[in-house]
C-alpha cells in the first residue's frame, strides 16, 4: 500500500523560506506524479504544484509561480516543495497526493489516489 508522509511545516514570517518533504513508501514511486495542495479550514483544498512522474515537466499554480519549486529525487522516493517569499496568504495545510499517471498535466484533487495527512505551514504578517 502507498504511503506518503509530509514534513517540514511550521511558523514563520512573511518573507522566509520552508521546505516541505513528502516521503513515499510502498509502490514505485518513479511510476507516480506527484502533486502538492493545499488547504485553509472552511475553504476548498487548492492544487499548489505538479511533477510528472520523471520530473521532466513541472506545473504550478498562479499564485506561487515564481515562488515556490517543486522536485523530486526518485532515488529516496522523496518530492520537495521548497517555499520561498512565504506570504501570509500561504499559511494552510499542505498535502502531497500521487498517482500511477504518465500524464503531463496537472490533475484534480479527487484524480489522485493517494494522500498524505498533511503539514500545517503559518506564515505571520
Known amino acids: 500500500q502507498v504511503q506518503l508522509v509530509e514534513s517540514g511545516g511550521g511558523l514563520v514570517q512573511a518573507g522566509d523560506s520552508l521546505r516541505l518533504s513528502c516521503i513515499t513508501s510502498g509502490g514505485t514511486f518513479s511510476r507516480y506524479v506527484i502533486s502538492w495542495f493545499r488547504q485553509v479550514p472552511g475553504k476548498e483544498r487548492e492544487f499548489v504544484a505538479f511533477?510528472?512522474?520523471?520530473?521532466?515537466?513541472?506545473a504550478y499554480a498562479d499564485s506561487v509561480k515564481g515562488r515556490f519549486t517543486i522536485s523530486r529525487d526518485n532515488a529516496k522516493n522523496t518530492v520537495y516543495l521548497q517555499m520561498n517569499s512565504l506570504k501570509p496568504e500561504d499559511t494552510a495545510v499542505y498535502y502531497c497526493?500521487?498517482?500511477?499517471?504518465?500524464?503531463?498535466?496537472?490533475?484534480?484533487?479527487?484524480?489522485?489516489?493517494?494522500w498524505g495527512k498533511g503539514t500545517l505551514v503559518t506564515v505571520s504578517s
Open positions: 511533477s510528472t512522474w520523471r520530473g521532466g515537466v513541472t
Open positions: 497526493a500521487a498517482k500511477l499517471s504518465t500524464s503531463t498535466r496537472p490533475l484534480g484533487d479527487r484524480d489522485m489516489d493517494y
